[in-house]
């Protein structure tokens, strides 16, 4: 039977089935995706002749494209997920009220950035991050819509998700969504960058093999942490971060009413003409994507160990009792390790070197401080070693001022 052929395919030497996994969250939604399934009990279904029907394909590709859409890519199945439902022309007007909730100020650049999405998905765009310390902002609706259009090419996933060696939930998807998104080392911020402008990944799963393959992969970032919920500097040309207002009006049934406006979203989409026009490898100018919001996060970005070794610092000069110390790596290393050992010598030296431009001396003599605990009198005292050393020379205005 040609239904029956069609809902298998044999890649390499492997059959799957298409199978169509029902949407918890709306009974007329379905996610297609491909079941292993064993030769024997295709047979077994359908006789020993029906195999040789099957399609087959010599590996799998991500070849992503919203209009002209091909399964098949030079021999490759595509795994792309093909986007279902109609193109209409018509109104959106809830549509417009939810992106304009979301881009404020920003609308005809959010316009663009969603019309490179479609238009031109293997295109590097900024990490967008979307930020409020308060609730009914429409960021998680936001990111349900843009499931809703682009159905199960976006992957909504937790921090710990995208920080796990097993990607194959994420990897293949146009759009990698963070949600409660909080990231607290430069590393973290460094393997996103990196990710914004990747072309290649490795994908992993459990128990199956890495294998390289296309990425192209868009980030968004949700976060109701407005000041420090990724480490960047101030020099960081790829983050767009959005604040997000409250919700000024609550209207009944808004899901249902933007799903409805999708078909409509998708010919305008099709037809609307690109803005802005391509300026750098994130498409858009550095000072496009310029605003208050990624100011406010540069101002209050200092990675753990940072501030660790700040507060570390403002405990010593409490011991201390002056405004000047000075101290040497290894004892920074001896403060830090009672509590946090976690931070390497290297760790140490960076945050001095680069971030706050300080350096050692040549060897000389300095006065350490510590405190001894007073038995007899149930007391600390304070007591003072005359070390030599390499030094880094501390005042206590400047540590506040990093605070």
Same mark, same amino acid.
Request: some cysteine; hydrophobic content about 35%; proline content about 3%.
């Given at each position: ?80 997920? !093909? ?16 992106? !304009? ?21 293997? !295109? ?77 990944? !490795? ?201």
């Amino acid at each position: 039977m040609e239904t029956n052929k069609n809902e298998y395919i044999r890649v390499g030497t492997t059959y799957y089935k298409i199978v169509y996994e029902p949407d918890i969250y709306d009974s007329k939604q379905s996610f297609r995706r491909l079941a292993k399934w064993d030769k024997t009990s295709i047979i077994d279904d359908h006789g020993k002749n029906f195999p040789s029907s099957v399609k087959k394909y010599d590996g799998f590709i991500n070849f992503p494209s919203h209009e002209g859409y091909r399964r098949n890519v030079g021999g490759f199945y595509n795994e792309y997920h !093909q986007l279902s439902g109609p193109v209409k022309k018509g109104n959106f007007p809830y549509t417009q009220k939810l992106l !304009q909730q979301i881009f404020g100020d920003h609308l005809e650049l959010g316009l663009d950035y969603l019309s490179i999405l479609w238009k031109k998905p293997t !295109q590097h765009l900024p990490v967008l991050c979307l930020v409020s310390n308060e609730r009914n902002t429409g960021k998680t609706t936001f990111l349900n819509w843009m499931r809703m259009l682009l159905e199960n090419n976006v992957g909504v996933i937790k921090k710990e998700d995208f920080k796990s060696r097993f990607n194959d939930a994420w990897v293949n998807k146009l759009i990698i969504a963070v949600d409660e998104a909080k990231f607290d080392k430069k590393e973290d911020t460094d393997y996103i960058k990196m990710l914004s402008t990747s072309k290649t990944q !490795q994908r992993e799963k459990k128990g199956v093999d890495q294998k390289q393959e296309n990425f192209y992969g868009k980030i968004i970032l949700a976060s109701n942490n407005i000041h420090d919920f990724i480490v960047v500097d101030e020099e960081e040309i790829r983050f767009w971060v959005l604040e997000i207002k409250k919700l000024s009006e609550y209207i009944e049934d808004f899901d249902e009413k933007i799903k409805e406006e999708i078909p409509h979203f998708k010919y305008f989409l099709m037809n609307r003409k690109i803005k802005y026009p391509k300026s750098s490898r994130m498409w858009f100018k550095p000072e496009d994507i310029k605003t208050e919001a990624l100011a406010r996060v540069v101002k209050n970005s200092y990675d753990i160990d940072e501030k660790d070794l700040k507060e570390i610092l403002l405990e010593y000069f409490d011991v201390a009792e002056t405004e000047t110390v000075k101290l040497t790596l290894k004892d920074l290393t001896n403060l830090l390790k009672n509590d946090r050992s976690h931070i390497r010598k290297s760790d140490i030296t960076n945050i001095l070197n680069y971030k706050w431009k300080l350096y050692p001396s040549e060897s000389t003599t300095y006065k350490f401080y510590y405190k001894v605990y007073d038995e007899f009198n149930n007391t600390h005292k304070i007591q003072v070693l005359n070390k030599k050393g390499r030094v880094y020379t501390f005042h206590k205005t400047f540590i506040e001022g990093l605070i």
